[in-house]
């Protein structure tokens, strides 16, 4: 799809505020700060905030969206929303010198499509009943390995065609492949979670089935990925966290080869928050280790709660970071996660989704997880995410940001 001249100029115009940014000194002294964190010599507590209900937060139009090209599109609403969030709340973000523009990459996934009934509590959240296509062992046919192939000309393609939309005003990086290890995610929207709990009571053996099959897919994924050399090692991010280390990734866009050994992936299993460690133990911890070492560092978990099972999480090859959710006990955490591992706390996002914001209950449940890991000498970050509502009033970001800085710069 050809870009007219409007679309273009847009792109040049929002490409030249994003780098404003971006080649701000201030990003340099950031990058330090994750590295010191990644290295386990946390300076101070590091903090992130990310996955906002975006509906919400355009009150002036500068979220707006002008161009039709797919590819393009997604660049320009990537540079946008990094401009809004580096804008009102930029913690500790860190803006990369150049544009990034993705790769022709395919992935045939496991061969099932989702089907489900979407109902839509508001504009950014909504429930999912998902209908249940692995009934039966036989079933497990439906699950097949994951074909991935790149476009190496349409790749040329669109880095050209970036290289000289954005001549003169910024450098044009191709972003690659990544790898989300979170296998029960995907098996829950096949079967459904109600499904999935009966079955890990009356018939076991046939969910084991399932998860070999899916993480096969993965792994020849993730095998095809490498052969390909087109996995993402210069992604600064991985599931929200900045990934910045003297290992893998020293600066910006010094990345290695990109093959997955030099790069990061992220798993979780976030419905067992519901069951007992010990299915934990038997049901995620031998497959998620299979696919996590193939990767150089990796972040495990999201919204499950860990704190009670986080001795059989640390297992985990080449584990880095581990999410600690609103529904872990911080102190307990704190105590057990150790100081080669990052706690990666997750502040809950209700309180900016409250009638009123508290501000003094902000400051202090932060305070409190700053707290737990200054008493277990604990390498920390805080992010706040998967934030649903800020009941369209975009300031509250701003106010929790300034409260979280504030908490951390007393470290």
């Given at each position: ?36 964190l990644n290295r386990g010599k946390m300076q101070r ?367």
């Amino acid at each position: 799809m050809a870009l007219t001249e409007k679309e273009i100029s847009v792109l040049q115009e929002t490409a030249k505020k994003y780098m404003e940014y971006a080649n701000l000194p201030v990003q340099k002294e950031k990058i330090e700060l994750w590295k010191a964190l990644n290295r386990g010599k946390m300076q101070r507590p590091m903090v992130v905030m990310d996955q906002f209900p975006w509906n919400e937060l355009n009150n002036e139009g500068e979220l707006d969206l002008f161009v039709e090209d797919p590819v393009f599109r997604r660049v320009e609403r990537y540079l946008k929303r990094e401009i809004y969030k580096y804008k009102h709340f930029p913690v500790d973000m860190v803006l990369d010198p150049f544009i990034r523009v993705p790769k022709a990459i395919d992935n045939t996934g496991f061969g099932i499509k989702v089907e489900e009934e979407t109902l839509y509590a508001s504009g950014n959240v909504s429930s999912h009943v998902f209908k249940n296509q692995l009934e039966t062992k036989e079933d497990a046919e439906k699950i097949k390995d994951m074909i991935i192939t790149h476009d190496e000309k349409e790749t040329e393609r669109r880095f050209e065609t970036a290289s000289e939309i954005f001549k003169g005003i910024a450098p044009v990086m191709m972003e690659g492949r990544t790898c989300h290890l979170g296998v029960w995610d995907n098996l829950t929207q096949f079967m459904g979670v109600e499904n999935i709990y009966f079955d890990l009571v009356d018939e076991p053996d046939k969910l084991h089935l399932f998860m070999e099959r899916m993480t096969t897919s993965v792994i020849k994924g993730i095998e095809q990925t490498n052969r390909l050399k087109i996995y993402d090692t210069n992604a600064n991010t991985c599931h929200c966290s900045y990934v910045y280390t003297d290992e893998l990734l020293p600066d910006s866009g010094m990345g290695k080869e990109s093959i997955t050994q030099n790069g990061w992936a992220f798993g979780l299993a976030q419905l067992f928050s519901s069951v007992s460690p010990a299915v934990t133990e038997e049901f995620e911890i031998p497959y998620v280790t299979r696919m996590a070492k193939y990767f150089g560092m990796i972040y495990y978990g999201c919204c499950d709660r860990l704190d009670d099972r986080l001795e059989m999480v640390l297992t985990i090859p080449n584990l880095m970071k581990v999410s600690c959710s609103p529904w872990s006990d911080r102190d307990a955490f704190a105590e057990k996660i150790g100081k080669k591992v990052v706690m990666s706390n997750k502040p809950t996002p209700a309180f900016v989704a409250t009638t009123t914001m508290d501000e003094e209950e902000i400051r202090k449940d932060l305070q409190w997880t700053v707290d737990a890991a200054r008493k277990n000498n604990v390498n920390l970050e805080m992010i706040l995410k998967d934030i649903s509502t800020v009941k369209c009033q975009p300031e509250r970001l701003t106010r929790w940001a300034d409260i979280a800085m504030d908490v951390v710069n007393n470290y």
